[in-house]
């Protein structure tokens, strides 16, 4: 479902460059959890911007679905971004708009009506169980509540891809965990594939079927979590 070839991405250029990834080669099935795990300034963020082209890599192929991102026109690609749903560790929500408006953000893009606006909120609302504060304001909600509306405006539009940029790494444990418990939830009732990048080994221990550990941005091991976790 996702294959990253050969991936690179410096930033800056000539003797101040940074290579902040290099050589990256992971591929990720359809309705995988799979886990990039590495300290900070190893290279996580960069290698998760690199799936939807938030950034683009130097060098190397992005592969979603069938569709090869990396070749695509800036227009082809917008279309193609909506099949890869983003949540973030501090949400990313528009303080000023409502919860439902919120949801209803990336729906507003993809040109639904409002009769197909409202039924499709409702649902994602009552995905992520948040039914009764659809009115309510982000400051009004706690931060386990907060990354629910994240969640249910990343799969606004169906996606096949769920990118989650240390989503837990600003809730407390027992949050932390209903949130995890949310995404284990989705992938199996949606089938959607899931890809995270979390600094934190208990997050990969509680919901990946496979992991990469990344280390000065390239992968220093691959697999199963179990096998990558026990060996000695
Ligand atoms: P992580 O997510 O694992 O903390 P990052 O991908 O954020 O790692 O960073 C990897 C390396 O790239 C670090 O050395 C960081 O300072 C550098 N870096 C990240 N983003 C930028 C940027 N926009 N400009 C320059 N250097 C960057
Ligand atoms: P995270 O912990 O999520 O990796 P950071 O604090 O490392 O967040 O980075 C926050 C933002 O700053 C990102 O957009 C990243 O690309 C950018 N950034 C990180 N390192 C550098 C750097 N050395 N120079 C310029 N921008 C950077």
């Given amino acids: 479902m996702i294959e990253l070839r050969d991936i690179s991405k410096s930033y800056g250029t000539g003797s101040t460059a940074v290579e902040a990834i ?9 309705g995988e ?5 590495g300290h900070s300034g190893a290279g996580k963020s960069t290698l998760l911007r690199c799936v939807n082209l938030l950034e683009r890599p130097t060098t190397g192929t992005v592969t979603v679905g069938d569709v090869e991102l990396t070749k695509l026109s800036t227009t082809q690609l917008q279309q193609q971004r ?5 949540i973030f560790q501090h ?7 409502t919860v439902r408006d ?5 729906l507003k893009l993809a040109k639904l009506s409002k009769g197909e606006m409202k039924k499709r909120v409702d649902e994602l609302l009552a995905l ?3 039914e009764q504060h659809g009115n309510k304001f982000p400051a009004q909600l706690s931060g386990g509540q907060k990354q629910r509306v994240g969640i249910a405006r990343a799969l606004a539009n169906n996606p096949d891809v769920l990118l989650c940029d240390e989503a837990t790494s600003a809730l407390d444990p027992q949050t932390t965990n209903s949130i995890l418990s949310l995404l284990v939830d989705i992938n199996q009732k949606l089938g959607i594939t899931i890809l995270l990048i979390t600094h934190e080994m208990h997050v990969i221990r509680s919901i990946c079927d496979r992991v990469a550990v990344i280390d000065d941005g390239g992968v220093v091991e691959m697999g199963d ?6 060996k000695p």
């Avoid at 909506?82 to 983003?86: A, K, L, Y």
């Avoid at 949400?91 to 708009?97: I, K, P, T």
């Avoid at 919120?102 to 990336?106: G, L």
Wanted: hydrophobic content about 60%; overall charge positive; aromatic content about 10%.
């Fill in 102 to 106: 919120n949801i209803a953000f990336p």
């Fill in 91 to 97: 949400f990313n929500l528009l303080s000023m708009a």
């Fill in 33 to 37: 959890i799979f886990g990039i795990i």
């Fill in 128 to 130: 992520v169980g948040l």
């Fill in 82 to 86: 909506r099949r890869i749903g983003m």
């Fill in 22 to 30: 290099r050589d990256v080669n992971i591929t990720i099935d359809k």
């Fill in 225 to 230: 979590v179990l096998e990558v976790f026990l």
